[in-house]
DNA sequence: CTCCATCGAAACGGTACGTTCCGTTAAATA
DNA sequence: TATTTAACGGAACGTACCGTTTCGATGGAG
């Protein structure tokens, strides 16, 4: 990620400073991955930023909401192509996701997110509004499945999104990750055929 | 929950002093349960058990191995009654442990325990071994419908058990341990059956 | 030209961390 | 029985971070 400056930045006068919003945005986000949530402290922040504390505070009332800023500033590069089987279009999501929470700082973001909403009652909420939105974004491939008769009609979509993201939610709160792709092909075939025998 | 005692313990010679682990156990529920996992701190706890810190810290390398030990000292009331219904058998493992977690401290003690392995080594490594142990035992649900035929032979077991937990950890995690009994129920149904169309 | 919101820096009081001492207690050991 | 040992609660330590306040310098707006 960036490198912290080489020398503080100062007023531009009776207005915020972007310059000072980014390097604190960027700090964050490198004190994140570099040190994990444990080490995520507006202290370390400020001096990785050179910043002072007060400017933190004055644009960022809490943790909590620096967080979710740096969080929903990550670009998402989710594969939700419509590949026309629900089942293929589930494992290339749940796949992505893994690997872009491998391979970005979103996964230690989203980790510390998830972990600071337990406490915090701001985060707690902004994570139930982000769940909501996820579970119907999500639910879409479902409702593409049911439009073309693929999906039974009777399936609620959001519940099956709620399902994925479990998944995905737990393996990211538990370290795994790296499951090989025939791993979450078959967490996907138990969503999408059921366990029973005597079906397909 | 259990009231600070009176008067403070004092050492019982040469040796632990069980009334001490007790009642440090105690205040760590009781203030879990009371101010959360913000208010969660050693100090806390020393003070309502009018224990000293040092009598902690001699015990319980770390909050996170104090969390562990109170969670695990949790009395499971799970119904893990086998109906002759995998369907069944599920629909009323998740009731009874959404119950649990929203009728006993053991919820926000687990809550708690999961944001504390997002930033402690320790709690992370007891988390993914309790998790193993959850997935074989929950598993056993799927392995006694195999067993009758009631579920094809190549399911992955551990796997529908990871299902079944992530579903609770969300609900747990972003405080949605109210759904009522239809809603779980079709959380089951879309595990069990599948969501095509043209199935049973 | 004056006003004023912003900047980084420094310091504040407060809380919790994990550790080190202390005197007291009583079991274990010799 | 006399001595050793280990646990106890309490107090204090230095460190870290919290969120806030004060400061002088900056430069745009009126």
Redesign the pocket.
Known sequence: MEKPPE???????????????D??RDAAEAVLLEVGYA?????????R???????????W???AALLLDVYQRQKRDIDYADTGSVEEDMFRFLKSLFRQWRETPAGSIFRSFVAEAQSDETASAALADYMRERRAHNGRMVERAKARGEVAAGIDSALVADLLSSYAWIHLLTNRLDEDDETIRKAVQVIVKGLLAGGT
Chains 1, 2 share one sequence.
């Not at 503080?8 to 919003?21: E, Q, T, V, Y």
């Not at 080490?39 to 001096?47: C, K, L, N, P, Q």
């Open positions: 020398k503080a930045r100062r007023s531009i006068g009776a207005k915020r400073n972007p310059d000072s919003a390097a604190i080490g995520f402290s507006i202290e370390a922040v400020a001096r930023a050179r910043a002072g504390k007060p400017t933190i505070y004055r644009w009332p809490s943790k």
